[in-house]
């Protein structure tokens, strides 16, 4: 009987100490994220400064690189923080969308990142969803980007 006490308290010495070696992996690891996004960020807003005058093409790619690198950048933040780590569960961002403006965006989005794609929106109602922005362009992203291979 004692012996079963022991080893379930070594067990759950363990298995704190496992939950803080993970906890500091991780916030090593978004550090490491971070930190080659913000330059990555920074590099692409003085890259706008010098080139204003540059054919459309150029000031597309730019914005497209501005746009990933603030996406993942929000997918950083919202996996890899401490309380994210913390707590047990997974919260979300959620926040009234009208839903066409935002389909429109990342239809205008795309097709600079990969011009030539067409993809069109049938005009519908404004409607006001609530959802996270990030993880939902996120998934329609990765959905636009599966049809277009497949």
């Given at each position: 009987m004692i012996n079963r006490r022991v080893d379930a308290l070594a067990s759950g010495q363990r298995a704190?100490?496992?939950?803080s070696e993970q906890?500091?992996?991780?916030?090593?690891?978004?550090?490491?994220?971070?930190t080659p996004l913000a330059i990555i960020?920074?590099?692409?807003?003085?890259l706008g400064l010098h080139l204003q005058k540059e054919p459309e093409s150029v000031?597309?790619?730019l914005s497209t690189i501005q746009s990933n690198a603030r996406q993942l950048s929000g997918l950083v933040d919202a996996f890899l923080t401490k309380e994210t780590l913390d707590s047990a569960t997974f919260t979300t961002t959620r926040?009234?969308?009208?839903?066409d403006a935002f389909l429109r965006d990342l239809i205008a989005q795309r097709q600079r990142e990969v011009p030539g794609q067409n993809i069109s929106l049938i005009q519908s109602?404004?409607?006001?969803v609530e959802i996270d922005r990030i993880l939902m362009e996120r998934a329609l992203i990765n959905l636009i980007e599966n049809a277009r291979k497949y």
């Open positions: 704190d100490q496992l939950a906890r500091t992996f991780i916030t090593m690891l978004s550090h490491e994220f971070r960020q920074r590099s692409a807003e003085i000031l597309n790619r926040e009234a969308v009208a839903i109602d404004v409607v006001i």
